[in-house]
């Protein structure tokens, strides 16, 4: 109940910032009045994708329509020039034109906070600007691989080699291990990234791209994700090829050692939930033919993994997101879900809650999965002799 009347107000507050907003004397775009607005300021699009997603097979609970498949519109994406006299940089990311702020992600609530900010930026000079992001969130593994750093590999595809290197990149930065690694993949030097809430950059030209959709990312995106191994010197580790993942904390199993016993009886390694670094995470993906875990951000990690990998995700019964059904579909991973019991209306309000999962369900689950795929299974066949 607190929760849903906490959603309630923060929708209220929200509501009010595009009237204050004119106060000031500024007008925020929606996102189709963004991309009608920077239609002449488009240097390169890609249409939105129709992806046909597989039936799914799912155990201890039923998503109704799940099992005939669904076809996805993926996002529409594009890459964005201006020149640097009209483009204003707020502290919190968003894109200034004259008097329009721009959508270029998902929404414009940080605007009213960054009018007031007293923060002092240094002063930046660079011929190109990539500017990347517009909120204080986006910290989080998958976000910053979906909603950031794909759009930086979009904009270096799109303007090349010699263009991309006369940039700086101009964005939030999080302070996470993984943000300075994929940096240095995406061959960028420290000096070149620089945090928007401390710096300003003035810009002959400024490049920036879209965000259109929360769950489906347009095919694009993903294939420009998928060639990073390439960039990284990575081995295959036969130790890791069945793996379960683990979570710590936020929807976390609850009867984790039992379903780790079980887990056993199948031969899977149990991976921890602790800090590693990207190529290790890549290492363990990429080597893996049966991924299994409850829904979390390192499920990001199958864009590491080869074709007909099989991902087993382990849901609660009030909140399944469609982020990693849809990924597997486009990276042509066979994919399953498990279900805590008998499936309720999906609900946000539920994504901290930890759940469990019935051994008795998972077993069967996977020897089912197994059976289909023959996939050999010495433990379970010695139990059974």
Excluded at 211 to 218: H, K
Excluded at 222 to 235: D, E, Q, R
Aim: positive net charge; charged residues 25%.
């Amino acid at each position: 109940m607190f929760l849903k009347l906490k959603n309630i107000v923060r929708l209220w507050v929200k509501s009010l910032i595009p009237l204050a907003a004119r106060v000031l004397g500024v007008k925020l775009l929606n996102k189709d009045q963004t991309l009608k607005f920077l239609k002449s300021a488009e240097i390169n699009f890609h249409r939105q994708n129709s992806v046909q997603l597989l039936p799914v097979e799912t155990f201890g609970g039923t998503i109704k329509g799940l099992d005939k498949g669904d076809i996805i519109k993926s996002s529409y994406s594009a890459v964005y020039c201006l020149s640097g006299k009209a483009v204003k940089i707020l502290p919190y990311g968003g894109i200034q034109v004259r008097s329009k702020v721009l959508d270029l992600d998902f929404g414009s609530s940080e605007f009213l906070r960054s009018c007031f900010s007293l923060s002092k930026r240094d002063i930046n000079y660079s011929k190109n600007c990539i500017v990347l992001w517009s909120h204080k969130w986006g910290g989080g593994y998958y976000d910053f691989l979906f909603y950031i750093y794909a759009k930086l590999l979009r904009i270096r595809e799109v303007i090349g080699e010699e263009e991309y290197q006369r940039s700086v990149v101009l964005c939030p930065i999080f302070g996470k291990k993984f943000e300075k690694e994929f940096w240095k993949i995406a061959g960028l030097e420290e000096n070149q990234v620089l945090d928007v809430r401390s710096n300003i950059v003035a810009a002959e030209k400024y490049y920036f791209a879209n965000n259109e959709n929360w769950f489906f990312p347009n095919t694009r995106d993903i294939k420009n994700l998928i060639k990073l191994p390439l960039s990284v010197s990575i081995k295959k580790f036969p130790e890791y090829k069945r793996i379960y993942i683990s979570r710590k904390i936020r929807r976390k199993l609850r009867n984790e050692e039992e379903i780790i016993q079980v887990l056993k009886e199948f031969d899977f390694k149990i991976i921890e939930d602790k800090t590693r670094t990207v190529k290790e995470q890549m290492e363990i993906y990429s080597s893996a033919d049966v991924i299994i875990g409850p829904h979390g951000a390192s499920f990001a990690n199958i864009l590491w993994c080869r074709p007909n990998t099989i991902l087993i995700e382990m849901f609660s019964n009030r909140y399944y997101p469609p982020f990693f059904k849809y990924l597997a579909n486009v990276l042509k991973l066979k994919y399953y879900a498990i279900f805590e019991k008998e499936v309720r209306t999906n609900d946000e309000a539920y994504s901290y809650k930890n759940f469990s999962i019935s051994p008795k369900v998972l077993r069967s689950s996977l020897s089912r999965i197994f059976s289909r795929h023959k996939v050999e299974c010495p433990s379970v066949l010695n139990n059974k002799s």
